[in-house]
C-alpha cells in the first residue's frame, strides 16, 4: 500500500512497531528511520518533558536541531521538523509552537457493519459485518497521519449510531481499549458517537434527559467506559435531527438533554460534543416562510451561558449542510458564553465524491476571516479516508487531511498556497514548474467545482440521496427545506430582512454585506436574494449570462486540467487513479454545465450570448 | 387469513386438499362445499370428457345443471356457475365458452432473495433468502384464484433473473417439480424467466445463439427441465434490455437469438415466450432524434416471418413502460406473420403502488379497441400479488386480477363496469346503491389517478426509481429516454412525422388519428404533440387551464372517494386497509396536484383561473 501510493510523509518506510507505547519512543522511531532520509549529516536531539503537553520548541543551530516540548509535544516537532527538512525549508533559531485548539478532530462516519456514511475511499477501518475488524497496522498508519499535522481526537463510529454500534461503550468496552492503546502512542485519543435513546435499550423506560432512572443509567455506564478507556475525550450526539431520538421527544429544551450527559461524563473528566444539526426535515415545500437555515440559531442561541462547562457545541460550518458554498453559520457567532466547535466535512458528499478535484482551503480561508479564530475552541471534520489503497479515493483528497490538521494547529496561519505547496512537495516532490501546475490546480479546483455546479450559492441542485450529479430539481419539491424556487423570471429566496429575515441571524456588518445586493459577494447573491434573470453583475452581465459562462468555463477548466495532469511526472499507481478519476469528473461537470444550463435556459428562454449549445 | 380478508370466491371456505391430484377431483371437491351454499336445492353434475381441454358447456333446466367440457374446462365452468349462482345470475339453458387464447399468463416478478421487483403487496410465495421457501396451501390459493377466472400459466421468477435464480432449471428441479404437481390439478402450468447467459455459467466461453456448444448447452439442459416438468410451458426471457444480456452482444438479432432457445425448446412442445423490451437506457437527453418508443419496432419488425413458430414475442401495451396513459405499442399492429402475446403490469408500478386505488379494466377496453382480439394470440400480465395479509396490498386491486382473467378468455366481452360490479358482488355483495358507489369509484379511479398525475399522455414525471410519487423533472435529465421538454413556453415531444416521426409506426388510421392534432385524444395530446400553454383545447380552455383543472378535479375526486367509501360497509379488516391506504392515496394526490401545477406555473407564469393556489 504505502509502496504503491504516497502520503506527505514520504520519509517514513518502516511501519512504528507494535512494542512503541509513547509519543517519546515514536519520536525516536521516527527520527531515527526518516533523518538519513531528509539530512543525513544533521543531529536532532529530543527533551521531553515527561508531561503529555502538545507544544514543542524547535531550536536549531548548525547541523544540531534540538527539539524540545512535553511528550506529544516533541513527537509534533519531529514530524514538523522531518518535513521541513525534507521540503528543504530553514528551521527556525528558536521557536515555539502549540496548537490554538485542545481539540482538534476527526469524525468518522463509520457504521458497525463496515460501511461508511458519505464515504467515498472504501469502507471502514474500524468495523466490519457488525463487530470490530481492523488491522492494527493501518490504524497506526492512520494514527501517524494524523499526529504527522497535530490532530489529536479520532471519533470512531458514525454520529448516526445504528445497532449494534451502541455496545462500543457496553459490550465493546475491552476492543474499544484496544483501539485507544494502539492510538495512544500517536497523542490521538478516541472519541464515540452514542445513541440519545441507548438506557432505553436496557430496561428504562424512557430517555427524558430530566428522569432520574436516565441520568443514573449514564452515570453507572460513564463509569464503566472510563475504567476502560481513562483518556477517552468523550461523547459526540447527534440529537433530534434528520429522525434521531433527543430531548425534544420529551418536551426538554437541548440544553437539558446536553448537560445530563456531561455531567454524567464530567467525574471522568469527559466532554459532550453536542452537534447543533437540527430542523425540520419535514417542511412543506409550499411553506415560504419557514427557512431551513435559520433553525439552528433559533433552536440553540437562547440557551447561551446555559451548558455545562464540559459541554462542546458542534456546528457545521455553513447553516445548511455542507454545501459547496454556504455562509458562515450564524449560530456560530451568537453564541460568547458557550464552548463552540466548527464543523468541516473533509468527506466530498456534496462537493464531488472524491472523483472530483475540490480542495478546501480557501473556504476554510474565507470561513475563518468571518468567523475570527478566537470565536470557537475546538475543530471537527468528517473524515475522507477509507481501505481504498490509496486511503482517500482520490490522491488529491489527501491534502484536504493534511491542510485540516495544518489549520486546526493555527489557523491564522493556514494559507491554502502554503498547505497546497507543502503537501505536494512532500507528496510528489516535482520541478517547481510540475509542482506550480499541480497547485494551481488544487487551489483553482474548488471555483471550478462551484462554477460547473450549483451557482451563485444556490445549493442543493444534486441528485437526491446521492448527492453526486446534477438534479436542478431534485431537491425542489421534497419536504427537506432545500429550495431554489426557480420560475420563468427569477430564482432564489429572499433571505433578508424583507424576505424570511434568515440574514438578520448575523451580526451588523455581515448582515449589511450580505443584506445589500451591492456588497453581498456573488458566489453567495442567489443564496441570500432572489433575483431576476436580468438582473446586471458589478460586471455588467445578466444573471442568465453569469450562469452559462460560469458553467462553460467550470467545464473547460475540466479538460484543462486534465490535460496538465496528464503530463505531469506521476507514480504510476497515482496517474492510473488520477486520470481515471479525471475522465469521470468531466463525465460529471459535462453533465452539470449542460444540464443547469439548460434548466435555466427552459425557464428564461434566452440564449447564451456566445451561442453556446443549450438544449430544449 | 380467508378468514379476514374476502376475495372474489366466499363460497369456498375450505382449503383444497393436497391428496387432489386431477382438476376434476378439484370441481367435485369446489362444487360439494359451495353449492350449499350459493344454491342449496339446486343439482350440478359434472361430466368431463377425460381431455385436458378448457371448453365448458353448461346446460341447465329447473333445479338441474349440468357441465360438460375437458377435464380443466369442467372445472372453470364449476367456478363460473358457482359465481353465477352467488350473484344471483340466471344460468343459460345451453351454453359453450372457451377461452379465447391457449396462454393466459400471470408473470411473476420474484427474486429467488424473496423479494418481489416492483410488487407492493408483500413478498414472495415462492422464494426467500436464496432458495426455494412456500407454503403449499398459499400456492394453492393462489391457483385456485387464478382457476376461478381461466388463467392457466405462472411464471414464477423475475425476468430480471439473479442468482441463484438461474439454478431453478439447473438443481432446483426437483423442487420447480413439486410446485409444478401443485398448480396441476388447478389447470394452472408452470413457466420460468431463464438468463440468456445461463450456459456460461458451465464453462461455455460464451452465449453466442450461433455457437454450436451454446445450442448444445441448452438442447441438453430442456432435457432436464422436461424431464422434471413434462409440461413446462417454457421459457420467458428478456434479453439486450436494461443491462441484461442478449443476442446483440454477438452481433446476432433477436430471431437468432429466441430461436435458438425456441429449438430446444421445440422437441417438448415447449414455448420460448420472448420480451420485446428493448431500448437504449443510456440515451443522451441532449438527442432529439432517438425517440425511446419507437426502439421496439425498429429492433422488431423488419424480423417479421423469421421467428420459429414456437416463438411468441411478449409486448408491452404501450411503447413505453406500464405508463399512466400511453397509446398502443406500434409493433403489435406490424408483425401478422408472428406470435405475439400483449404484455399488461396488475402491480401498480407507475399508477400508485396498490396505494391508489386504479381499476384497469378501462385501460385494457380502450387499447383492445385499437388492437383487435386476433391480433394477438396470447395475453400475460405482471402479478399484483405477495404474502401480504389482503394478497393485493389494497383490496380493491384485487379486481384487476380478477378481470385479468375474464379478459383473457374472452377481451370481446370484457365490459369494464360488468367486470367491477360482479367482482365487487362476489367480494362484499353489498346493498345496489352501496355496489353502485363502490363500482362508480372503481370505473372512475384510472382517470381520476390519471388527473392528478402526469397530465395528458406526458408520462414519467414520477419520483426517479421508486416511481410513486410526483417529480417532474426526475427523469428529464437521465439517460432514460424519457423526457417531457418542458420550458417557458411549450412541453412535450413532436412525434409525428414533422418531429421524431414516432407516429408513422402506426396504421395509416392510428397514425393520422394521432398524427392529427384535432383527432388525437385529448388524453394524449401531450403523448404525440409539443404544445404551447396558451394552446386551445377543444373545450375552449388552454392548454394551462387544462392542466390546472385536471389536477385539482384529480384531488378533488379522492377527497369525495374517501368520503363515500368511509360510509360503505365493509368487512372490518377491509375497512382499516382500505381507509389506510385512502389517507395515503390523498396525500399522494395533494403532492401530485399540487407539484405539477406549481411545475407548469412556474414555467408559464398563467394564474389559474379559477384563483386556486399554486406556489413559487
Redesign the interface.
Known amino acids: 500500500m504505502r509502496d504503491e501510493f504516497r502520503y506527505w510523509l514520504p520519509f517514513l518506510t518502516k511501519d512504528v512497531p507494535a512494542e512503541l507505547t509513547s509519543p517519546v519512543d515514536v519520536a525516536r522511531f521516527e527520527l531515527a528511520q526518516a533523518l538519513p532520509v531528509v539530512a543525513a549529516d544533521m543531529k536532532v536531539e529530543l527533551q521531553p518533558d515527561g508531561t503529555a503537553s502538545e507544544f514543542f520548541t524547535v531550536r536549531s543551530e548548525g547541523d544540531t536541531v534540538t527539539i524540545s516540548g512535553g511528550d506529544v509535544g516533541v513527537l509534533y516537532g519531529v514530524y514538523r521538523v522531518l518535513m521541513a527538512l525534507y521540503c528543504g525549508e530553514k528551521l527556525p533559531s528558536d521557536q515555539t509552537q502549540q496548537p490554538k485548539y485542545a481539540l482538534r478532530m476527526v469524525n468518522c462516519w463509520d457504521n458497525a457493519d463496515g460501511d461508511i456514511e458519505r464515504g467515498y475511499s472504501g469502507r471502514s477501518l474500524f468495523f466490519d459485518d457488525g463487530m470490530f475488524d481492523y488491522e492494527p497496522e493501518r490504524l497506526r498508519m492512520m494514527a501517524r497521519m494524523m499526529a504527522s499535522v497535530g490532530l489529536n481526537v479520532a471519533c470512531i463510529n458514525n454520529v448516526n449510531v445504528r445497532n449494534p454500534a451502541h455496545r462500543l461503550i457496553e459490550d465493546w468496552l475491552p476492543e474499544l481499549a484496544e483501539v485507544a492503546a494502539i492510538f495512544r502512542p500517536f497523542g490521538v485519543k478516541l472519541m464515540v458517537s452514542i445513541d440519545y435513546s441507548q438506557p432505553m435499550r436496557h430496561g428504562v423506560p424512557t430517555a427524558d434527559p430530566l428522569d432520574e432512572r436516565v441520568q443514573n443509567w449514564w452515570n453507572e455506564q460513564c463509569k464503566l467506559v472510563y475504567a476502560a478507556v481513562p483518556d477517552l475525550v468523550g461523547f459526540l450526539v447527534k440529537a433530534d435531527s434528520e429522525h434521531r431520538p433527543g430531548p425534544f421527544t420529551y418536551g426538554r429544551n437541548h440544553a437539558e438533554g446536553a448537560n445530563m450527559l456531561a455531567r454524567a461524563l464530567k467525574p471522568h473528566g469527559g466532554k459532550l460534543i453536542w452537534r447543533c444539526f437540527v430542523y425540520n426535515c419535514q417542511q412543506d ?2 411553506d ?1 416562510k419557514t427557512d431551513r437555515p435559520a433553525a439552528a440559531y433559533n433552536h440553540y442561541v437562547y440557551l447561551d451561558g446555559q451548558f455545562e462547562d464540559n459541554v462542546i457545541l458542534q456546528v457545521k460550518n455553513g447553516p445548511f449542510d455542507f454545501q459547496v458554498r454556504e455562509p458562515l453559520s450564524p449560530m456560530l457567532l451568537a453564541m460568547p458564553k458557550t464552548s463552540l466547535a466548527i464543523e468541516w466535512q473533509l468527506a466530498q458528499e456534496y462537493t464531488g465524491h472524491q472523483i472530483d478535484i475540490y480542495a478546501m482551503m480557501g473556504m476554510w480561508q474565507e470561513v475563518m476571516a468571518d468567523l475570527g479564530s478566537d470565536t470557537i475552541m475546538a475543530m471537527a471534520a468528517v473524515s475522507n479516508w477509507g481501505d481504498d489503497a490509496c486511503v482517500y479515493g482520490h490522491p488529491f483528497a489527501a491534502v484536504n487531511m493534511f491542510g485540516y490538521g495544518l489549520l486546526c494547529w493555527n489557523p491564522d496561519a493556514a494559507d491554502p498556497e502554503a498547505i497546497a505547496r507543502t503537501w505536494a512537495k512532500l507528496t510528489y516532490n516535482f520541478s517547481k514548474a510540475d509542482e506550480d501546475t499541480l497547485v494551481d490546480i488544487l487551489l483553482e479546483s474548488r471555483c471550478a467545482y462551484e462554477k460547473y455546479t450549483s451557482p451563485l450559492g444556490l445549493c442543493w441542485m444534486v441528485t437526491p440521496h446521492v448527492h453526486y450529479g ?5 431537491y425542489e ?1 421534497t419536504a427537506w427545506g432545500t429550495y431554489h ?5 427569477a430564482v432564489g429566496i429572499d433571505r433578508t430582512s424583507s424576505g424570511t429575515g434568515y440574514a438578520d441571524q448575523y451580526p451588523a456588518a455581515l448582515r449589511d454585506r450580505y443584506s445589500n445586493l451591492e456588497t453581498c459577494p456573488d458566489e453567495l447573491k442567489l443564496w441570500f436574494h432572489r433575483l431576476r434573470y436580468d438582473y446586471v453583475m458589478a460586471d455588467g452581465r445578466t444573471l442568465i449570462q453569469r450562469i452559462y459562462d460560469d458553467h462553460f468555463e467550470g467545464y473547460d477548466w475540466v479538460v484543462a486540467a486534465e490535460e496538465k495532469l496528464a503530463v505531469l511526472p506521476f507514480p504510476e499507481a497515482d496517474k492510473a487513479l488520477i486520470m481515471e478519476r479525471m475522465s469521470r469528473q468531466k463525465k460529471n461537470a459535462r ?1 452539470w454545465c ?2 443547469v444550463n ?2 435555466f ?5 434566452v440564449e447564451d450570448a456566445k451561442g453556446r ?1 443549450l ?2
Chains 1, 2 share one sequence.
Open positions: 415545500w409550499r415560504q446534477a438534479s436542478p430539481d431534485g419539491y424556487r426557480a420560475s420563468r423570471d453533465e449542460d444540464i439548460s434548466f435556459y427552459r425557464f428564461s428562454g449549445p438544449y430544449i
